[in-house]
Structures are given as C-alpha cells and as structure tokens.
C-alpha cells in the first residue's frame, strides 16, 4: 500500500512520534522513519468473533525495543487486539479478520506464513501465570526450545542461564533449577514465565495484565524487569492499572468499544489527552 487512507493520516497526524532530538520532523507515514524503527504497522485492522465485530478499523505503528501499554475498559478489545499480534486467533474457530498488520515489514497474516514461526517472534506472556506443573523450573524454560528440537546440552544450559538472568529470575532459583515450576511463588511463576517465553529469542513480547494475579513487590519487580526488556525486546502491554501504564510504558494507546481512540507519548495521554474520551477514563471517571 504506497498511498494511505485518510483515517490512517488522519491518526498518524493525532500521534505525535518523537523522532531523536528533532521533534519537529515528527514522522508521517509518507515519510521513512530514520531514528525509529517500527515493530508493528498496523492499518485499517478489523476483527470478529463470528458475527460480532471486536476490532475496528485500528491503524497503529507500534516502535520497536519501546514499550506500549494498551488501556482501556473491560471488553473494549485489548486482549483480543494482543491476541491478533502473534496470530493466538488462528486457534479459535469463526475469527475473522481485515487489514493488514506488518511486523518488522513482514505481512503476519500473508500467504506462506507459519502462524507457530510468528508465536516463536512474538512471545506472549498470560495474566494468570502457567507454568507446566509436571515439569521443574529449568524444563519450564527450555520446553520451548526442546520442541524447536534443540538438543546441544551447553546451547539449553547458556540458554537457560540467560533467559533466567533476564527475567530476573536466576539469583533466586539458581540452586532450586530441578525444583517443580509450580513450588515458585506467584510473582516468581510469571517471571519463569517470561523467561520461557525469552528462551525461543522473540523479538517482541506480548504481556496480557500480567500483574493482575501479583502483589505490589511482585508487580514492581515486574515493572523493573519490562524497563530492562526494553533495551532489547519491543514490548506491549495489556493493563488496566493505569498506575503501571504510567509508569513503565513510554507509549499509550487507549482503546474503547473495539476502536483506538488515541494513542501516544504516555506523558502526553496521562497529562493532557486530545481526546475527552481519553481525558474521562485517564482521570477515573469510567472504567
Ligand atoms: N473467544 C471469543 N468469542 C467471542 N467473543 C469474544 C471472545 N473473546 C472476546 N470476545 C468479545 O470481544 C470483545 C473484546 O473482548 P476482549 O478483547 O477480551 O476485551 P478486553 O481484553 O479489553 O477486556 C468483548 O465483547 C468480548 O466479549
Ligand atoms: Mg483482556
């Protein structure tokens, strides 16, 4: 697509991109992005549930190696928009979709593309942690990779080290590796989660109010961990915690009724939104 429709300009235009030290030359999609690379470009997305339109006419570009927060109220297509960005509908029967949805320049949903390849790109890590319960700690992280038929015993064991350590996860498990997943605590159970997520190396990762389950010490380790994701993963973020939409996303979209009704800098959404819609469910008048 070389022209762009007018709802996507139009949208474009509404979400001020700060392009390295010269905001002034904010993108356009017309005009190639130098200093940000885009993860997702999304246009003119629909969705259905059988009959039952979910999503409409959603068109984002996601940054790369940023992090995204998605808000809005229950129902209004957050989850369902995730579950779109690593193909999780092609698993339920009647989904129907429109649009096109790009992922570092590659068609997700066009002809020849492997829907398990894409989930391999786009890890996603679940609200309610779960972990495999009959397998332990290590076996939890490198399932994944075991079942890509990985079988080099020094390739599982640095991968394993590495995934725990960036998940933040190794210096309290490092001696319990052999230990059931499930002995882990709740908090610990989604970062082994997210660490088995990162033991396939995505390059995104896709995480549905994962501290909804979790305390606040956990939820802050969490959040922590997302900052240093960031440095290496494109990260979106489903919550409905505007605290944490606040604090660890440097992007936000608000979505409401299946529509995007503004997207951009967090700073900007959660301090003076363009929109009224936006301005009434960032101040807590409905939710
Ligand atoms: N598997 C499904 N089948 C049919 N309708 C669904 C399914 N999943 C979600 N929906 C509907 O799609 C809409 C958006 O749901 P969802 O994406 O889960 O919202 P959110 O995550 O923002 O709470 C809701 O109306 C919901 O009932
Ligand atoms: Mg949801």
Redesign the pocket.
């Known amino acids: 697509m070389s022209t762009l429709p007018e709802t996507a300009r139009a949208s474009a235009a509404a979400a001020p991109i700060r392009v390295s030290a010269t905001p002034s030359t904010a993108a356009t999609a017309d005009v190639p992005v130098e200093a940000e690379e885009i993860a997702f470009d999304i246009r003119n997305f629909s969705m259905w549930?059988?009959q039952?339109q979910?999503l409409q006419d959603i068109t984002i570009r996601i940054a790369a190696r940023k992090v995204t927060a998605i808000i809005?109220?229950?129902?209004?297509?957050?989850?369902?928009?995730l579950?779109a960005l690593n193909r999780m509908h092609d698993l339920?029967p009647?989904t129907r979709l429109e649009g096109s949805l790009k992922h570092f320049g590659r068609d997700l949903y066009g002809p020849g593309i492997d829907a398990t390849a894409v989930r391999r790109r786009v890890g996603m890590v679940f609200q309610k942690s779960n972990p495999f319960p009959t397998m332990s700690i290590a076996e939890n992280v490198l399932v994944g990779l075991r079942l890509n038929g990985v079988r080099d015993r020094s390739v599982l064991q640095e991968r394993l080290e590495q995934s725990l350590r960036m998940a933040a996860l190794w210096d309290e498990v490092k001696d319990l590796l052999n230990r059931p997943g499930t002995s882990l605590s709740g908090g610990q159970q989604q970062r082994l989660c997210i660490a088995r997520s990162l033991a396939v190396q995505p390059d995104t990762l896709l995480m549905?109010e994962p501290c909804s389950a979790l305390d606040p010490i956990a939820t802050a380790k969490i959040e922590e961990l997302i900052q240093t994701l960031r440095e290496k993963y494109t990260v979106v973020i489903?919550t409905h915690n505007m605290q944490q939409a606040a604090r660890a996303s440097d992007r936000t979209a608000f979505?409401y009724m299946?529509r995007l009704i503004e997207f951009g800098d967090t700073r900007k959404i959660f301090t003076n939104p363009g929109n009224p819609q936006t301005e009434a469910y960032v101040s807590g008048r409905f939710g």
Do not use: I, L, N, Q
């Open positions: 549930y059988g039952r979910a809005g109220p229950s129902g209004c297509g957050k989850s369902t928009f579950r339920t009647g549905d489903v979505f299946g």
